[in-house]
Nanobody, 124 residues
C-alpha cells in the first residue's frame, strides 16, 4: 500500500509563490510517475502537471504552463510543484497522484494512488 502525504499549501497574495510537496511512503514504494491536480469549489478536478519516474519527462496543462514547475528528488522520495505568479483563480485544493503502471499524463482515471489534498488560497 502506498500513501501520499501532501504538504505546502496555505494562503498567499496574488503574484506570490508556493511550493507543494508530495511524499509517497509505504512498503511497496518505488519511483512512480506522478501527477498534480486541483479542484476548485463547484468545479471538476483539473489536471495540472505530471512527471515520469526519472524526472526526465514532464507535461503541463495550458493553464499553468510557464508558471508551475513539477520536479522530483527520488533520493528524498518527494515530488514537488513549484507555483509562481499565483492568482485568485488558482485557489483550490491541490492533490498529488501516483501511477503504478508507468503512465504520466492528464487522465486522472489512470492514477492509482491519491494524496489527501492541501488547500491553496490566493488573495487578491
Amino acid at each position: 500500500q502506498v500513501q501520499l502525504v501532501v504538504s505546502g499549501g496555505g494562503l498567499v497574495q496574488a503574484g506570490g509563490s508556493l511550493r507543494l510537496s508530495c511524499a509517497p511512503s509505504g512498503l511497496t514504494y518505488r519511483a512512480y510517475p506522478m501527477g498534480w491536480f486541483r479542484q476548485a469549489p463547484g468545479k471538476e478536478r483539473e489536471f495540472l502537471a505530471a512527471i515520469n519516474w526519472s524526472g526526465g519527462g514532464t507535461t503541463y496543462s495550458s493553464s499553468v504552463k510557464g508558471r508551475f514547475t513539477i520536479f522530483r528528488d527520488n533520493a528524498k522520495n518527494t515530488v514537488y510543484l513549484q507555483m509562481n505568479s499565483l492568482n485568485p483563480e488558482d485557489t483550490a485544493v491541490y492533490y498529488c497522484a501516483a501511477n503504478s503502471a508507468g503512465y504520466f499524463g492528464a487522465n486522472e482515471q489512470s492514477y492509482t494512488y491519491w494524496g489527501q489534498g492541501t488547500q491553496v488560497t490566493v488573495s487578491s
